[in-house]
């Protein structure tokens, strides 16, 4: 069973900073990864999907990055609405784990 | 628009059953593999189960597999979830989800998601 690690748990920053989101994966998963963001209170939204691809509506300061085990969400420049927490799951082999999160809050 | 809503959520006994129901509308149901996605209070999220467009093909994971069973009816554009011998563990919001497709191949990446339906198992 494969598992993601993601880290930071916790990620403080300001409006317009860069955030840089990690997530490793404990063997390979080639680019078969996704990144969702959470809310409180509401369900997860795609993000991006097979490591580096934008799914439909989602901003160009998103973007993904990475293969095999390693794995990186960056947010180019933080908008008020971006603070949330943010999870990786990969389709490579069932079960279809998740990350345990990463939750970027307003400094 | 493309909407998926679920229902039948609620307070159970351990060793109770449940029915989970999701209602889709706005696409074209028949043609997606959908899943069920679990997240226990505070906590991340968890892929419950899978079952393919056409019903040949579900998977499960090993913490409900035995006592969970995923099905749909396509002529109604629903998708279910019977638990069956719950326990405090299972105590979580559940949301359906539809898979999405890309020129034909299923990515089981989830694209829609419903608001989720709340199961409390508790004595």
């Known amino acids: 069973e494969i598992v993601l690690t993601q880290s930071p748990a916790t990620l403080s920053l300001s409006p317009g900073e860069r955030a840089t989101l990690s997530c490793r994966a404990s063997?390979?998963?080639?680019?078969?990864l996704a990144w969702y963001q959470q809310k409180p209170g509401q369900a997860p939204r795609l993000l991006i999907y097979d490591a580096s691809n934008r799914a439909t509506g989602i901003p160009a300061r998103f973007s993904g990055s990475g293969s095999g085990t390693d794995f990186t969400l960056t947010i180019s420049s933080l908008e008020p609405e971006d603070f949330a927490v943010y999870y990786c799951q990969q389709r490579s082999n069932w079960p279809f784990a998740f990350g345990g999160g990463t939750k970027v809050e307003i400094k | 628009q493309v909407q998926l809503v679920e229902s039948g959520g609620g307070l159970v006994k351990p060793g109770g059953s449940l029915r989970l129901s999701c209602a889709a509308s706005g696409f074209t149901f028949s043609d997606y593999y959908m899943s069920w996605i679990r997240q226990a209070p505070g906590k991340g999220l968890e892929w419950v189960s899978y079952i393919s467009s056409s019903s040949s093909y579900t998977n499960y994971a090993d913490s409900v597999k035995g006592r969970f069973t995923i099905s749909r009816d396509n002529a109604k554009n629903s998708l279910y979830l019977q638990m069956n011998s719950l326990r405090a563990e299972d105590t979580a919001v559940y949301y359906c989800?539809?898979?999405?497709?890309?020129?034909?191949?299923?990515?089981?990446?989830?694209?829609?998601w419903g608001k989720g339906t709340t199961v409390t198992v508790s004595s």
């Open positions: 063997q390979s998963v080639s680019s078969y």
């Open positions: 989800a539809s898979i999405i497709t890309i020129f034909g191949v299923v990515m089981d990446y989830m694209d829609v």
